[in-house]
């Protein structure tokens, strides 16, 4: 968990970044060049057959399923091993993140009930993990571990849910054939996961020919990474490959031979869930790079007097911001107050409701999703740009709002579960919370 907070917040420095450059780079006398760049079309062809995609198409459709596939993997370990498996654990952050979808769509739509920009409600309903797991960086030990946890299951909860809309929402036409196809590949990766393969490359393989094929059926292709994430086993390794690892290290330092070495490598491969091992290599490709590279593909936005004056009477732009701020504050705050007064969860960890209220009003940060979504649901350019204006000020004010509140209210009101935080200490370390964990004499 610590590993995965320490990447979420430093891959969120680099996407402010590229999302600065980005609204730059589309704000310079050179402003055609941006569009111009990221529609160059890159493909392959192959006797008659041409497979190709923008720059935008490869990053938005391929790269980006990269992190679908990270947070399949997110939601598979927690539901196996992690916050998810406690019904009391989940329930607050499972009910804050309803709360924090249903609340801001209806925000939303009364707004834009028509026309349109209509379609574009499914903007609202996510909550941008690497920005929120930033913010709450810059608080250290101020912020009590348990919120992030908190804030953490509340994102996977709320990605699942964002998922699952864009699924069914966002598909505008199917192939069955395609479609066919990607079930019978899910199947296998279904029997692969019950067979509990530990080796990683029939994940690999199978997932490549499932993106294509989720891709040829008009479904978004991101959603192939997501199936590949839940699939992929999270298991604990059995106790027999564990216990088979010292026998081979010991083999190897007696013998030490390469064939010894592959094998000692292979006994410690199968003692690690390769969910796990999947998750080790491809999590900072997607915080590191894939993200910020979506964010300069998709964060600029040519902004002049006009733009601004229209999007400030735009009830797209309004809608969205105002749905992020009001709406996360809201609905997830209500919603987990609730489920804290009501007995079906608690918060323990020294958690107040003030913590809660900043943590409920940061999750209006809506970033990476609400900007993937934009490029789903509108295809006027005028829409997206307004959308667009409507993410990034509502994200700023939510990032304010929260910081101002967990910074100046953090201590002042009751705790959530009093009594909870008087056991034994959260699982994440005092001190600074992403610091590298110290060797022990």
Same mark, same amino acid.
């Given at each position: 968990? %610590?590993? #995965? &907070?320490? !990447?979420? +917040?430093?891959?969120?420095? *680099?996407?402010?970044? @590229?999302?600065? /450059?980005?609204?730059?780079?589309?704000?310079?006398?050179?402003?055609?060049?941006?569009?111009?760049?990221?529609?160059?079309?890159?493909?392959?062809?192959?006797?008659?057959?041409?497979?190709?995609?923008?720059?935008?198409?490869?990053?938005?459709?391929?790269?980006?399923?990269?992190?679908?596939?990270?947070?399949?993997?997110?939601?598979?370990?927690?539901?196996?091993?992690?916050?998810?498996?406690?019904?009391?654990?989940?329930?607050?952050?499972?009910?804050?993140?309803?709360?924090?979808?249903?609340?801001?769509?209806?925000?939303?739509?009364?707004?834009?009930?028509?026309?349109?920009?209509?379609?574009?409600?499914?903007?609202?309903?996510?909550?941008?993990?690497?920005?929120?797991?930033?913010?709450?960086?810059?608080?250290?030990?101020?912020?009590?571990?348990?919120? %992030?946890? #908190? &804030?953490? !299951?509340? +994102?996977?909860?709320?990605? *699942?849910?964002?998922? @699952?809309?864009? /699924?069914?929402?966002?598909?505008?036409?199917?192939?069955?054939?395609?479609?066919?196809?990607?079930?019978?590949?899910?199947?296998?990766?279904?029997?692969?996961?019950?067979?509990?393969?530990?080796?990683?490359?029939?994940?690999?393989?199978?997932?490549?020919?499932?993106?294509?094929?989720?891709?040829?059926?008009?479904?978004?292709?991101?959603?192939?990474?997501?199936?590949?994430?839940?699939?992929?086993?999270?298991?604990?390794?059995?106790?027999?490959?564990?216990?088979?690892?010292?026998?081979?290290?010991?083999?190897?330092?007696?013998?030490?031979?390469?064939?010894?070495?592959?094998?000692?490598?292979?006994?410690?491969?199968?003692?690690?869930?390769?969910?796990?091992?999947?998750?080790?290599?491809?999590?900072?490709?997607?915080?590191?790079?894939?993200?910020?590279?979506?964010?300069?593909?998709?964060?600029?936005?040519?902004?002049?007097?006009?733009?601004?004056?229209?999007?400030?009477?735009?009830?797209?732009?309004?809608?969205?911001?105002?749905?992020?701020?009001?709406?996360?504050?809201?609905?997830?705050?209500?919603?987990?107050?609730?489920?804290?007064?009501?007995?079906?969860?608690?918060?323990?960890?020294?958690?107040?409701?003030?913590?809660?209220?900043?943590?409920?009003?940061?999750?209006?940060?809506?970033?990476?999703?609400?900007?993937?979504?934009?490029?789903?649901?509108?295809?006027?350019?005028?829409?997206?740009?307004?959308?667009?204006?409507?993410?990034?000020?509502?994200?700023?004010?939510?990032?304010?709002?929260?910081?101002?509140?967990?910074?100046?209210?953090?201590?002042?009101?009751?705790?959530?579960?009093?009594?909870?935080?008087?056991?034994?200490?959260?699982?994440?370390?005092?001190?600074?919370?992403?610091?590298?964990?110290?060797?022990?004499?």
């Amino acid at each position: 968990m %610590r590993a #995965f &907070l320490a !990447t979420e +917040a430093g891959g969120a420095m *680099l996407l402010l970044a @590229t999302s600065l /450059a980005a609204l730059v780079w589309a704000n310079t006398p050179w402003h055609h060049t941006y569009e111009t760049f990221w529609s160059t079309p890159l493909g392959v062809t192959v006797g008659d057959r041409d497979f190709s995609l923008t720059l935008e198409g490869w990053v938005n459709d391929a790269a980006m399923a990269v992190f679908f596939l990270v947070i399949g993997l997110e939601i598979s370990r927690e539901v196996t091993v992690g916050e998810l498996r406690d019904r009391r654990s989940v329930a607050v952050p499972a009910l804050g993140a309803l709360g924090g979808l249903c609340v801001p769509i209806l925000i939303y739509l009364a707004f834009n009930h028509t026309g349109q920009a209509a379609h574009g409600w499914g903007v609202v309903m996510s909550t941008d993990t690497a920005f929120l797991i930033g913010v709450l960086a810059l608080f250290g030990p101020r912020c009590p571990d348990q919120l %992030r946890l #908190f &804030l953490l !299951t509340l +994102a996977v909860v709320d990605d *699942l849910g964002a998922i @699952t809309v864009m /699924a069914v929402a966002y598909t505008s036409h199917a192939s069955w054939v395609a479609l066919g196809i990607a079930v019978v590949l899910v199947g296998v990766l279904g029997w692969l996961r019950w067979m509990r393969e530990w080796r990683l490359w029939p994940y690999v393989v199978v997932g490549l020919a499932l993106w294509a094929a989720v891709h040829a059926s008009g479904v978004h292709a991101t959603l192939a990474g997501v199936a590949l994430g839940l699939l992929v086993p999270a298991f604990p390794a059995r106790a027999d490959d564990v216990a088979a690892v010292p026998a081979y290290a010991r083999r190897l330092a007696l013998e030490t031979t390469a064939e010894q070495q592959h094998l000692t490598e292979l006994a410690a491969r199968a003692a690690v869930p390769a969910s796990d091992r999947l998750q080790r290599v491809l999590h900072p490709w997607s915080a590191f790079v894939v993200v910020p590279v979506f964010g300069l593909a998709n964060a600029g936005v040519h902004v002049d007097g006009a733009t601004l004056r229209a999007a400030a009477t735009s009830p797209l732009t309004v809608g969205i911001a105002v749905a992020l701020v009001a709406g996360n504050a809201v609905g997830i705050f209500g919603a987990a107050s609730i489920a804290l007064r009501t007995g079906l969860g608690q918060l323990p960890g020294r958690v107040r409701y003030s913590h809660l209220l900043g943590g409920a009003m940061l999750a209006g940060i809506g970033f990476t999703i609400a900007l993937f979504v934009t490029a789903l649901a509108f295809d006027d350019p005028v829409l997206r740009d307004q959308a667009k204006i409507g993410i990034l000020a509502g994200s700023l004010v939510a990032a304010v709002l929260g910081s101002v509140v967990l910074r100046w209210m953090g201590e002042r009101w009751p705790l959530c579960s009093p009594g909870a935080g008087d056991g034994p200490p959260p699982a994440l370390p005092a001190g600074p919370w992403f610091a590298p964990e110290q060797p022990v004499s």
